[in-house]
């Protein structure tokens, strides 16, 4: 009797000592995920009420988009512009493989094209897709980095090691203090922050207005709501807004556009017209 | 100004520049620091001169309350009994200013100290056009030192003498003073310095003083012979040197020499742990080695010899000079494993090489301790590329090519100075050409279907898709460097930016002319954000 007895205190206490430690870490858990971070704001209402702010630092957003189109890059670097403009002296961290395949690679022309500097971007070029993932890994931990971004291209095939990274990628980025994002084609939300959708979007009302324009959704977000809506970029001013039909963009900002823009302008223009020699420079 | 009918024109110093940085302060600061001075009490360095202790250097708050250089101790006591007094220690003077001095490498590899006074020199000949020029040299050494709360005055000049001179008898001086425009204007401010800018031999002044002679443009009217017989040749010769008839340069700071660490062994050594320790230890070495020296490496050579005289090594590289024991060690954590040891080794070192004291002024002067450990960003970026390889961590530069394929140029993070490129001096993306965010490599064929040959295409087949365009803007045409012979059997190519029905942004060319009966192929090369 006293053995029986002695076996359930035993098992009374095991199951004491689980509980507490269970709520210790529901405590540390819920201590992590309430702790105010730093918010990268997009400028859009809409989004950022979805947000509940803006996109909090110190997490890992999923950014997907098809994988021939450069849609999701281009919204990836327009958020970096505003991040880079707020951290000014920090660089990007920028983790991709080695080959570009479909989805070719980021070019540096491009990227000033759009109104950030090149010269601030630290590219991690790896063609094995694990080792890729702990360079992004290794980046995330670090503080003093504007924001890092990485291509999972195929990785995401496999749901077991997706959530596994998903869940490694979280601590990873609570360690350090930069926004991550992860870049690549159609893929499971797993545990991230927040997961986003961006195709091209088609909300132009000018045949000769080339900015970016993205039809982005926000899929998934652990402290907001979905949304969606049609985003013109402006590389100019590196403001986001909303397209025509959410809500009318800025005039000022489309004529400065327009102007500075007026040299491009060679629609449907034949060849020999344009005055450009075998050299590539501009006669007249 | 009817001396300078008697200056021969001296034109060996012609297009050379001397930057000379005057630090008054900076025996003071070191010699506070090294004694833990109350930076709220005036203090003061002394020296002794012919059995008479005399301050030579005071601060700020001293000179403010009323005591000058050269006054004696007992004197600075009387007026200020909580004066905080030091003897002068020139060799560690020295030595701070010789570290200074290999700290401003950064600007000029020939750089130096001046003997006689707290200062050093630059020669900027030929090179402060890397910088933009004299005036934003001497705005970023004016920048850094304010950053360190040091007070320096800076004067550029042709020639060695008057930089000097200039910085330290110049009041134009403490705010950055250029004086290269021409020997005839330097020639008259030189000539508006105190004599103590010529001489320091106290009787000398003295007699001078008496004879009202207390500006260089005093004693122009009189001859050289008349100097010579009242003053001394050596008076004289301090002339000639000030107004540049004598070359007068000191000898620059030398090279630094690797710095090692090594270990003998008895016995022959093998087996990761050991050799773990062993590579700890020598690192721990080094790295006390770096501090004492104040010096810190970009680059490493960890060697070993094994029993059959057969040596091995290793190289490791920091993105940026570091001396800090805990960078070494993550630098070489994993590198016992990579050890080849066969029957044990006999003799192993550890080597730092491309030394530099690139730390900042602040670094040097002890005020900014954290200033001495690299940031977390260069740590991991060092960790990156022992990890994947140094050839994986790159940054772009821009080059000055039309074909995109040649605008941008990869190189591994170490190899190049990445604040010498600015992407957006030229206006950036205001000013800049469309381009895709994304590349192809290769570019991919298409077929298409154009209503003129020289028109954007109206429908392109593109990885087996049919795909309808909507709108297109173009041509921009960008031909083959004819004086290339890699570009030999190019064709000119005509950009077009193009949208598809989707929305879908492409940038694409056609390859050849149809004007030029060349026949004309169309690639896509990449996508538009």
Redesign the interface.
């Known amino acids: 009797m006293a053995l029986t007895h002695g076996r359930g205190n035993e098992f009374f206490c095991q199951k004491n000592h689980k509980a507490a430690a269970f709520a210790d870490l529901k405590a540390r858990i819920h201590a992590q995920e309430h702790t105010d971070t730093a918010r990268l704001s997009l400028g859009l209402g809409l989004f950022d009420r979805a947000l509940s702010g803006g996109f909090a630092c110190q997490h890992v957003h999923l950014v997907t988009g098809p994988c021939d189109q450069g849609s999701a890059s281009g919204f990836v670097l327009a958020l970096l512009r505003r991040q880079m403009a707020v951290c000014t002296d920090q660089p990007v961290i920028w983790c991709a493989p080695d080959y570009g395949g479909r989805s070719g690679q980021l070019c540096a022309e491009g990227i000033r094209a759009l109104g950030l500097d090149p010269g601030r971007f630290i590219f991690v070029h790896e063609n094995h897709p694990v080792r890729l993932m702990g360079a992004f890994e290794e980046a995330l931990q670090t503080t003093g980095i504007a924001g890092i971004v990485a291509e999972y291209a195929m990785l995401a095939s496999k749901a077991d090691q997706w959530s596994r990274w998903a869940q490694r990628l979280r601590r990873a980025a609570r360690a350090g203090s930069a926004v991550g994002f992860l870049l690549g084609p159609p893929a499971p939300s797993a545990s991230f922050e927040s997961s986003w959708s961006v195709t091209p979007g088609t909300d132009y009302q000018d045949k000769y207005d080339w900015r970016p324009c993205w039809s982005v959704s926000l899929e998934a977000s652990r402290t907001g709501r979905p949304h969606a809506a049609n985003v013109i970029y402006d590389p100019l001013s590196g403001r986001l807004s909303a397209a025509v039909s959410d809500s009318a963009p800025t005039a000022a900002s489309d004529a400065v556009y327009m102007q500075r823009h007026a040299q491009h302008r060679f629609h449907f223009q034949p060849a020999a017209r344009q005055g450009w020699d075998d050299a590539g420079m501009m006669l007249a | 100004m009817a001396g300078f009918a008697v200056i021969s024109g001296n034109r060996r110093s012609a297009g050379r520049c001397y930057i000379y940085l005057y630090l008054p302060t900076l025996p003071i600061r070191r010699m506070g620091r090294q004694l833990g001075w109350d930076s709220t009490r005036p203090a003061g360095i002394y020296q002794t001169e012919n059995n008479i202790e005399k301050v030579t250097f005071l601060c700020d708050l001293a000179r403010a309350q009323g005591l000058c250089p050269g006054m004696s101790v007992a004197d600075a006591r009387a007026r200020q009994p909580d004066i905080q007094l030091a003897l002068s220690d020139r060799n560690a003077d020295r030595a701070v200013l010789s570290a200074l001095a290999r700290w401003a490498w950064r600007y000029s590899p020939r750089t130096g100290t001046d003997n006689s006074g707290p200062g050093l020199w630059i020669d900027m000949t030929g090179a402060s056009h890397l910088y933009g020029g004299t005036d934003k040299v001497i705005d970023d050494i004016k920048k850094r030192c304010h950053l360190a709360e040091l007070p320096v005055w800076i004067a550029a000049a042709p020639y060695y003498a008057a930089a000097r001179a200039l910085a330290c008898h110049d009041r134009a001086a403490a705010q950055g003073l250029v004086a290269l425009s021409g020997r005839r204007a330097l020639l008259s401010r030189l000539c508006e310095l105190p004599v103590t800018a010529l001489t320091t031999d106290n009787d000398t002044l003295q007699a001078l003083s008496q004879a009202g002679l207390r500006r260089i443009v005093h004693f122009l009217p009189l001859s050289q012979a008349e100097l010579a017989v009242r003053y001394g040749p050596d008076f004289v010769r301090g002339w000639a040197v000030l107004r540049g008839d004598h070359d007068e340069s000191p000898a620059p700071v030398t090279a630094l020499q690797p710095v090692r660490a090594t270990r003998s062994w008895p016995e022959p050594v093998a087996g990761y742990e050991t050799l773990a320790a062993m590579i700890a230890e020598m690192t721990d070495e080094l790295a006390a080695t770096l501090t004492r020296r104040e010096l810190a490496a970009r680059s490493f050579e960890l060697g070993w010899q094994r029993t059959d005289s057969t040596t091995g090594r290793l190289y490791f590289h920091l993105s940026r000079p570091g001396a800090d024991k805990k960078i070494l060690h993550r630098l070489f954590c994993e590198a016992a494993g990579q050890i080849d040891a066969e029957f044990g080794i006999d003799y192993s070192w550890i080597q730092a090489y491309r030394l530099s004291v690139d730390r900042p002024v602040t670094a040097l002067l002890g005020t900014e301790s954290e200033a001495l450990s690299s940031?977390?960003?260069d740590?991991?970026?060092d960790?990156?590329a022992i990890?994947?390889g140094p050839e994986?961590?790159?940054?772009?530069?821009?080059r000055a090519f039309?074909?995109?394929a040649d605008?941008?140029v990869?190189q591994p993070?170490g190899s190049a100075d990445?604040s010498c490129?600015?992407?957006?001096d030229d206006g950036?993306?205001?000013?800049?050409?469309?381009?895709?965010?994304?590349?192809?490599?290769p570019p991919e064929a298409v077929h298409v279907v154009a209503l003129?040959p020289?028109?954007?295409p109206a429908m392109l087949v593109w990885?087996r898709r049919s795909l309808k365009i909507v709108?297109?803007?173009?041509?921009?045409?960008?031909?083959?460097?004819?004086w290339d012979p890699a570009h030999a059997h190019m064709k000119?190519r005509?950009y077009y930016?193009i949208e598809t029905e989707?929305?879908?942004?492409l940038w694409i060319y056609r390859s050849g002319?149809a004007?030029r009966e060349e026949r004309c192929e169309w690639f896509v090369e990449?996508?538009?954000?």
């Open positions: 940031s977390q960003t740590h991991m970026l960790i990156l990890k994947l994986k961590v790159r940054r772009v530069y821009p039309w074909h995109i605008s941008t990869s993070l990445a490129h600015n992407w957006l950036g993306a205001a000013f800049s050409a469309p381009r895709p965010i994304r590349l192809l490599a003129m020289d028109h954007p990885r709108r297109a803007t173009g041509p921009e045409r960008v031909g083959p460097r004819w000119t005509d930016r989707s929305g879908q942004r002319l004007e990449g996508y538009f954000a």
